[in-house]
């Protein structure tokens, strides 16, 4: 498994049961899913190469548990390096509280999890156009070092484009944050989000249902942007993944 994908966990069983898991320290979430029960693990782009534990706890109803332990080889990514001059009317948006609190402000959205499956087949691209910034790329910010992986995939835009969303789900968020600009994050359930950043416009309302190919906004360059781009993101229970991952594959079967 290569740094920055998404994982996923199958478990057949026969019998009726409760399943619990982690990956490293964090918790599987399973769901039932035909004969068997399933969990998607995002492997964060930051996770060390080499053997991370997977470990698999079934309970039946009567208090008896079988404990399995699994190796998940996570191979590294020769992710690139890419130097952005921020103009110094924005700079100010790198400041490490600015960042931090929109981050706490939103992971609550990040981490909910919505126990039905809300999107169907594979994800569409939310734009045409070239991917200007890879998913994992190191960002330096005006000649600093290296301080953050990109947590999506930048594609190039001009303003006013329409935005559509990747796949069905619910309007999660709908409004203008101070770093990602004008911003659109959409459940699809089992903790499955993905956002829409740096928007002219924002064409949808929180609570709305949307379906695959839905306009949702347009592109722009709000918030911390060097131009008008669409970054576009998916993140498994909080962890960022490689969107195109999603575009190239069914992800459950
Ligand atoms: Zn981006």
Redesign the pocket.
Same mark, same amino acid.
């Given at each position: 498994m290569e740094q920055g994908h998404t994982l996923l966990v199958r478990v057949h069983s026969s019998a009726p049961v409760t399943l619990t898991g982690t990956l490293d320290e964090r918790d599987l979430a399973f769901v039932k899913h035909g004969e068997g029960y399933w969990a998607l693990v995002g492997l964060p782009a930051w996770s060390p190469a080499g053997p991370h534990l997977l470990t698999l706890t079934a309970a039946d109803g009567m208090g008896r548990a079988v404990r399995e332990e699994a190796t998940v080889e996570v191979v590294a990514v020769d992710f690139p390096v890419e130097a952005v001059a921020l103009p110094p009317d924005r700079t100010r948006l790198l400041t490490p509280e600015l960042v931090q609190e929109e981050r706490e402000r939103l992971a609550p959205i990040f981490q909910s999890v919505t126990p039905e499956r809300l999107w169907d087949g594979v994800f569409v691209p939310p734009v045409e156009g070239e991917i200007t910034?890879p998913f994992g790329a190191r960002r330096s910010y005006n000649g600093g070092p290296p301080r953050s992986y !990109? #947590?999506?995939?930048?594609f190039r835009g001009e303003v006013g484009t329409p935005v559509v969303a990747a796949n069905s789900g619910r309007v999660a968020l709908a409004e203008a944050l101070t770093v990602r600009g004008k911003a659109v994050i959409l459940d699809h359930g089992l903790g499955v989000h993905s956002g829409y950043?740096h928007l002219s416009e924002i064409l949808v309302q929180e609570g709305q249902w949307v379906e695959k190919g839905d306009p949702i906004g347009r592109v722009g360059g709000t918030g911390l942007a060097t131009g008008p !781009?669409l !970054?576009w #993101?998916v993140r498994i229970r909080g962890v960022n993944v490689d969107p195109l991952e999603w575009t190239q594959r069914l992800m459950l079967p």
């Amino acid at each position: 498994m290569e740094q920055g994908h998404t994982l996923l966990v199958r478990v057949h069983s026969s019998a009726p049961v409760t399943l619990t898991g982690t990956l490293d320290e964090r918790d599987l979430a399973f769901v039932k899913h035909g004969e068997g029960y399933w969990a998607l693990v995002g492997l964060p782009a930051w996770s060390p190469a080499g053997p991370h534990l997977l470990t698999l706890t079934a309970a039946d109803g009567m208090g008896r548990a079988v404990r399995e332990e699994a190796t998940v080889e996570v191979v590294a990514v020769d992710f690139p390096v890419e130097a952005v001059a921020l103009p110094p009317d924005r700079t100010r948006l790198l400041t490490p509280e600015l960042v931090q609190e929109e981050r706490e402000r939103l992971a609550p959205i990040f981490q909910s999890v919505t126990p039905e499956r809300l999107w169907d087949g594979v994800f569409v691209p939310p734009v045409e156009g070239e991917i200007t910034s890879p998913f994992g790329a190191r960002r330096s910010y005006n000649g600093g070092p290296p301080r953050s992986y !990109h #947590e999506g995939v930048d594609f190039r835009g001009e303003v006013g484009t329409p935005v559509v969303a990747a796949n069905s789900g619910r309007v999660a968020l709908a409004e203008a944050l101070t770093v990602r600009g004008k911003a659109v994050i959409l459940d699809h359930g089992l903790g499955v989000h993905s956002g829409y950043y740096h928007l002219s416009e924002i064409l949808v309302q929180e609570g709305q249902w949307v379906e695959k190919g839905d306009p949702i906004g347009r592109v722009g360059g709000t918030g911390l942007a060097t131009g008008p !781009h669409l !970054h576009w #993101e998916v993140r498994i229970r909080g962890v960022n993944v490689d969107p195109l991952e999603w575009t190239q594959r069914l992800m459950l079967p």
